[in-house]
């Protein structure tokens, strides 16, 4: 058995709209979070027959849960083409996310991320070989990077820890340490929960929206330009233009989805009213911040660490009728996956 944890991630410059297999229509940037992770236990019992689909349980929070096997059948069978012997095998798959279920907070990127990372643990633990050789002689986490992805696109960027960038060239790439300013190394999310129901409209949706999208062409060259500037501007630590470029994406994501043919909406009220509050309480603000939103109503509010104990007065004080049961969940800029003592 292995047992794996894998991070969420939030992007700055998003990723919507995609064509051919999971291949994103304009380059992204994310920021890796430390405390939102998925913990994915997978355990294997070598069968004698190979099967045409993979065989497998599984168990989210102890429970066996249909909704999200579905998603797991897809993906493992898929991943099945790329290993071989996959089918030879009868899997259990547990998981658990360490954010509260319902929170609001996708946890497809982390879940998927996670999986691969115990698939892949597990291929080399069976001396399994991947068909495809430059799969095989990728370095293990770009070969997870593209794993993840054809589970669900964001899923490759937290593969990797700190700020990761994907589609400028087609794998996604994390930016070390050393190149991005130290000024952006302890930046920390606060996740505002606004509304925690499942969306009306999921992401596989929205992006197949963009493809007869009447302003797709100006985003993905908007997406394009921004990707670069934000790079250039996490680099030289100009947090004025990392924070406006971060705030200018999300307006421009959900403005997509009202134009999107049939137009849809994802802000809740609520969403407007905190964003209110913090746009008047930012102007007196002494150190830099931004927010941006997600596919859903949520809002992330991104800020340096030293400012943490005034946002979290701030928060209390100001936003907290506005949040689902008082809700809001603390994280920052962490590490990517790493292997996880078996918990179940
Ligand atoms: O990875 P998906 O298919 O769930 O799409 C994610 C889309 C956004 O979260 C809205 C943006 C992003 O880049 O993460």
Redesign the pocket.
């Known amino acids: 058995m292995v047992c794996w944890q894998a991070p969420s991630?939030i992007?700055l410059v998003?990723?919507?709209g995609k064509h051919g297999e999971q291949l994103p229509s304009n380059p992204?940037i994310?920021m890796t979070l430390k405390n939102s992770k998925t913990i994915t236990g997978l355990e294997w019992k070598k069968s004698d027959t190979p099967s045409s689909d993979i065989r497998f349980r599984y168990f989210f929070e102890g429970q066996e849960n249909q909704n999200f096997s579905n998603k797991v059948a897809l993906f493992l069978n898929r991943l099945s083409q790329e290993i071989e012997g996959l089918n030879q095998f009868e899997f259990t798959i547990h998981s658990k996310n360490t954010f509260p279920h319902s929170a609001g907070i996708?946890s497809?990127?982390s879940s998927m991320a996670a999986l691969v990372c115990c698939i892949d643990d597990f291929a080399s633990i069976n001396k399994l070989r991947y068909k495809n050789s430059s799969l095989a002689q990728m370095q293990t986490e770009q070969r997870r990077g593209f794993l993840a992805r054809l589970g669900?696109?964001?899923?490759c960027r937290s593969v990797y820890g700190g700020y990761v960038s994907w589609g400028s060239e087609s794998l996604e790439i994390p930016f070390q340490h050393l190149d991005i300013h130290e000024e952006f190394m302890n930046w920390r999310d606060s996740i505002l929960i606004i509304d925690s129901n499942k969306k009306s409209v999921s992401?596989?949706m929205?992006?197949a929206l963009m493809n007869q999208h009447p302003y797709a062409k100006t985003r993905f060259e908007q997406a394009k330009h921004h990707h670069q500037e934000i790079i250039e501007s996490l680099k030289l630590g100009d947090t004025k233009r990392v924070c406006a470029i971060t705030k200018k994406e999300s307006w421009e994501?959900h403005a997509l989805m009202m134009l999107a043919s049939p137009p849809f909406c994802l802000i809740r009220p609520n969403s407007l009213y905190a964003l209110e509050k913090i746009e008047n309480a930012g102007e007196s603000w002494s150190f830099p911040w931004t927010y941006t939103l997600?596919?859903g109503p949520n809002i992330h509010l991104l800020y340096p660490s030293y400012a943490h104990d005034q946002v979290q007065d701030f928060i209390q004080r100001q936003l907290a009728d506005f949040l689902e049961e008082g809700k809001w969940i603390e994280d920052e800029v962490g590490e990517g996956p790493s292997t996880h003592d078996w918990i179940f």
């Open positions: 991630n992007a998003k990723y919507w992204s994310s996708a497809s990127a669900s696109g964001s899923a992401s596989r929205g992006h994501l997600d596919a």
